[in-house]
């Protein structure tokens, strides 16, 4: 049955909220596990969606799967019999791309369906392509997908055609026991790539250059089992540090690494938010005024992540004055501005790309979707701030990319409500 959240605008956020683990590295880093028969230990596994998802496809491929303890999980795929992820399960989330790498390079075969996932613009898969053809796979296509075949995987100087996290993600599974030395340029920087480089790394890979642009990798004979701690959500901790700035509580988001997201708190100096930074955690104070920066830019990583520009534009509807927003990645991303204006947010689209917030602008609840899993967010925190009662429906979006949100949040004092509609 279809779920809405109910939230209650105006309560005050204060106190203490952890961060979980990031679901944009748990997806990469399950399918590492099948690079071994050994078994691998996960901790901080987020209780999302798209990681039930992938537990399936690991499930359906013969893996044995425990759970050991809250968030952690060991998979053990000594037995695994199929090189086929299954259709349907591969249907529903785009993440399902990255199996293609492991599932190639243990197998030297995979047949890959076409992936789902957001409906925030055509994501093409041609880098993905373009980086097996380089190691040395043949590509078939048939009406369900995508056959890849190798004799060998051989190292090669691979420059990636586009910044592409998963992309990325996929070469450094083909290359870590691929024959010989892999140069990779221009790949993505975010943390799950340089996480998943740190959980190859424990298991015998070896790999130099993670977290920058240039990733050098010595194919090595054999993996074996490691244990491991996903890195905290970025992502998820924005929200929650949104929530506390627009409805001006003090609250300290706690489990996380704030350097991750220097892109943010560049911006929050720039709008005059008050807060307090330490290693793995930030407090935020209430702040009367909010300026207006005068443009933010959806940037690969260290700059500013397309995946909290939605959230974040909850601020800039209280902020005086204009913004330019530049959504670089997806077309079919700025859509929840039209959602916010439903609530009284004042916006212009310019172009699928770019759009202006001007503000402070209060706002009203009424009922609104969620377009995708970042702009169900959104109008869960734009609720909190609104007046009366905002009904946002689609919530299953939400629940792929944040683990109980609306707990999280009413543990701060907010008030909402999930409802079977
Ligand atoms: C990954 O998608 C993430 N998904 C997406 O998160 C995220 O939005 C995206 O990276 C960008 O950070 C997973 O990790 C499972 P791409 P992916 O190939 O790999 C350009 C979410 O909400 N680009 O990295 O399919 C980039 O150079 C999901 O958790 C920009 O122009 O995306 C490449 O050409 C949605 N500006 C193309 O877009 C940016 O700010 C696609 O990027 C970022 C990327």
Redesign the pocket.
């Known amino acids: 049955m279809p779920q809405i959240f109910r939230v209650h605008g105006g309560s005050t956020l204060n106190g203490d909220i952890s961060v979980g683990g990031s679901?944009?590295a748990a997806?990469p880093l399950l399918c590492a596990t099948l690079l071994t028969k050994d078994p691998v230990t996960l901790h901080n596994l987020p209780d999302i969606q798209d990681i039930r998802y992938t537990l399936n496809i690991l499930e359906h491929l013969g893996s044995k799967i425990t759970k050991i303890g809250n968030h952690s999980w060991t998979i053990d795929n000594a037995h695994i019999q199929s090189h086929t992820i299954n259709t349907d399960l591969a249907s529903k989330f785009?993440?399902s791309?990255?199996f293609m790498g492991s599932l190639l390079s243990r197998f030297r075969e995979t047949i890959l369906p076409y992936p789902g996932?957001?409906v925030?613009g055509k994501?093409p898969i041609d880098?993905h392509l373009f980086v097996a053809k380089k190691m040395g796979a043949k590509i078939t296509e048939n009406e369900t997908g995508l056959r890849f075949t190798v004799k060998k995987l051989k190292g090669t100087t691979l420059i990636m055609p586009?910044?592409?996290?998963?992309?990325t993600e996929n070469a450094i599974l083909l290359a870590v026991m691929a024959e010989g030395t892999t140069e990779l340029r221009m790949v993505?920087q975010?943390p799950?790539v340089v996480d998943l480089c740190e959980l190859l790394t424990k298991m015998g890979a070896d790999i130099q250059g993670a977290g920058t642009h240039t990733i050098i990798i010595r194919g090595v004979k054999k993996l074996h089992g490691a244990e491991h701690s996903i890195t905290p959500d970025y992502?998820e901790a924005a929200a929650l540090i949104t929530a506390g700035i627009i409805t001006r509580g003090e609250v300290t988001v706690e489990n996380f690494i704030p350097r991750q997201l220097d892109a943010m708190f560049v911006k929050l100096d720039e709008i005059g938010i008050k807060y307090k930074r330490y290693d793995d955690r930030v407090t935020v104070y209430p702040t009367k005024i909010f300026h207006a920066p005068s443009r933010i830019e959806?940037?690969?990583?260290p700059?500013?992540?397309?995946?909290i520009l939605a959230p974040f534009a909850t601020i800039l509807t209280q902020c005086h004055g204009m913004t330019k927003v530049f959504e670089?990645?997806?077309e079919g991303r700025l859509g929840f501005l039209f959602e916010l204006e439903k609530m009284g947010a004042k916006v212009e689209i310019l172009n699928p790309h770019q759009a202006l917030v001007i503000g402070p602008t209060k706002l009203k609840g009424t009922s609104v979707s969620s377009l995708?899993?970042?702009a169900g967010a959104t109008m869960v925190l734009a609720g909190l701030i609104a007046q009366g009662t905002t009904e946002v429906n689609n919530i299953h979006y939400i629940d792929r990319?944040y683990e109980k949100l609306e707990e999280k949040l009413n543990s701060l004092g907010a008030k909402i409500e999930r409802v079977t509609s």
């Open positions: 679901k944009n997806l785009r993440g791309l990255i996932g957001c925030i994501r880098s586009e910044v592409s996290v998963t992309a993505a975010e799950h992502l959806a940037r690969p990583h700059g500013f992540p397309t995946d670089t990645l997806f995708d899993l970042r990319g």
